[in-house]
Antibody, heavy 118, light 106 residues
């Protein structure tokens, strides 16, 4: 069974930093482009970033550009998202996701919560 | 960025009803559109990719159509488990974007 498990979410103060992790199992992790998607409480999802199978290509939402960094370690089946200069509007549930058998995001984790508040 | 506008924002319906949800893109996105269902407390679940391709394991009462800027998701006969929030998402260009959602209520 394919599984994605996120961790690293926490409550932080504005301006703080955090590193999120996502561990994948049940698939050949290094075959897939990986995504981060976030969802603020009570709102719709917002795509954040993606990284290609080999880490050679990345894309970011405007809201993440310059503050967030996506990376991966294929030897550890792990995806990361480094969050910096956090703002209250970054408060959200952060999901990792991938396209496996369909031409859209068909595998999702359960998410890890980031709360930015003083 | 490509904006996606979903309508209606909420919809009341009954079990057995046929409903159609709409997603309009601010610029042409070919058929690079997906539909998701989200129930409270869970992640989005893929229903449709490439505007009209049913995702693996999704019941055939769900169908999608459209290309360019106008897309629809149709549920032919609502079941109790279909009452949830639906989102469209475009993959045509970066940044990838989602619509604001349609909440389907009993």
């Amino acid at each position: 069974e394919v599984q994605l498990v996120e961790s690293g979410g926490a409550a932080v103060q504005p301006g703080g930093s955090l590193k999120l992790s996502c561990v994948a199992s049940g698939l050949n992790f290094d075959h897939y482009t990986m995504h981060w998607v976030r969802q603020p409480p009570g709102k719709g999802p917002e795509w954040v970033s993606l990284i290609s199978w080999d880490g050679g290509s990345t894309e970011y939402a405007d809201s993440a550009e310059g503050r967030f960094t996506i990376s991966r370690d294929n030897n550890k089946n792990s995806l990361y998202l480094q969050l910096r200069s956090l703002r209250s509007e970054d408060t959200a549930l952060y999901y990792c996701a991938l396209r496996k058998d369909n031409d859209a995001l068909d595998i999702w984790g359960q998410g890890t919560m980031v709360t930015v508040s003083s | 960025a490509t904006q996606l506008t979903q309508s209606p924002s909420s919809l009341s319906a009954s079990v057995g009803d046929r409903v159609t949800l709409t997603c309009r893109a601010s610029q042409a996105i070919r058929s690079a559109l997906a539909w998701y269902l989200q129930r409270p407390g869970g992640p989005p679940q893929l229903l449709i990719s490439d505007a009209s391709t049913l995702a693996t394991g999704v019941p055939s009462r769900f169908s999608g159509s459209g290309s360019g800027t106008d897309f629809t998701l149709t549920i032919s006969s609502l079941q109790p488990e279909d009452f949830a929030t639906y989102y469209c998402q475009q993959f045509n260009s970066y940044p990838i974007t989602f619509g604001q959602g349609t909440r389907l209520e009993i």
